[in-house]
């Protein structure tokens, strides 16, 4: 069993869990609303930046990287510091956040926040609606095509943008399909937490034009940026770099005056 088995088998028993708790049927009722904002995708689309920024405290790679922040703040920050969106990593067990930090960041910024989630179930999205994403994150790395499908229609039917995540070729050719807004190039392998742009730069030439690309993990620098971009990514995901100082949203402000130089 590799990591990525552990998790999901346990997200398998967590979500049986909540399924008892919450039926379906009342969180549906507590949807809060419908934002009407910019999607996530078009603001990649149009900004010199595209940093999409994640909230995350610790993550089985890094073990604690930040516990001392809280998500309001962080929200806040980033917004000040005029990223394109949030990503806020909502996986307990592994990761130390919560649905709470997602109900925390949707009221405390406008920001397209993302459901950073090891998604398996149908439930988890209907959750990430009721607890204010705007974006669901699928990872081929744990899902069958079929499942993909699925997930991204019901994901589009209740007004969600998708991001599907792949690390190789493989998980790429079964991905491709019209119910995907973005397509993330995952640079860390979730199995050996081995760390490469290269994925990234190898994997782009094969995503069709249509879809905005976003190159995820292991950002910690302006340069790699401009490299990717000539490459054909609009977004890029960086959590670490931001989250291991005292003030992530002043490291990010920092971050893009210095890309947009
Ligand atoms: O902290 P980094 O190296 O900047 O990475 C952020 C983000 O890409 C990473 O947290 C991530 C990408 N895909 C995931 C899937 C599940 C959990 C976490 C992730």
Redesign the pocket.
């Known amino acids: 069993m590799n990591i990525l088995d552990n998790?999901t088998a346990d997200k398998r028993k967590e979500v049986n869990l909540r399924k008892g708790l919450i039926p379906v049927s009342q969180l549906e009722h507590s949807v809060l609303f419908e934002r009407d904002t910019i999607s996530l995708a078009e603001r990649l689309k149009t900004s010199t930046s595209g940093i999409i920024a994640?909230h995350?405290r610790r993550?089985p790679?890094?073990s604690i990287?930040n516990n001392n922040l809280n998500v309001q703040d962080v929200a806040r920050g980033y917004e000040d510091a005029g990223v394109c969106g949030m990503?806020v990593?909502t996986?307990g067990k592994?990761?130390g956040g919560s649905l709470d930090d997602l109900l925390t960041a949707r009221a405390s910024c406008n920001l397209p926040l993302l459901r950073?989630?090891?998604i398996i179930d149908e439930y988890q999205i209907i959750e990430a609606k009721a607890y204010g994403a705007d974006v669901i994150?699928l990872?081929a790395a744990i899902l069958s095509k079929e499942e993909i499908k699925q997930f991204s229609e019901l994901a589009k039917s209740l007004n969600l943008d998708v991001l599907l995540?792949v690390h190789n070729e493989a998980e790429l050719q079964k991905s491709i399909m019209p119910s995907l807004d973005m397509l993330?190039v995952?640079?860390?392998n979730?199995k050996t937490f081995e760390?490469s742009l290269d994925t990234s730069k190898n994997l782009s030439q094969i995503i069709p034009d249509d879809f905005v690309k976003v190159s995820?993990?292991?950002?910690?620098a302006i340069e790699p940026i401009s490299v990717l971009k000539d490459y054909g990514f609009r977004g890029f995901?960086?959590?670490?770099?931001?989250?291991k100082t005292e003030n992530p949203g002043a490291s990010a402000k920092a971050f893009i005056k210095a890309l947009e130089q």
Do not use: C, P, Q
């Open positions: 998790i994640e995350k993550s790679s890094k990287i990503s990593l996986d592994y990761f950073k989630e090891f994150l990872i995540e993330g995952n640079n860390r979730l760390v995820e993990s292991g950002i910690s995901l960086i959590g670490e770099n931001f989250m």
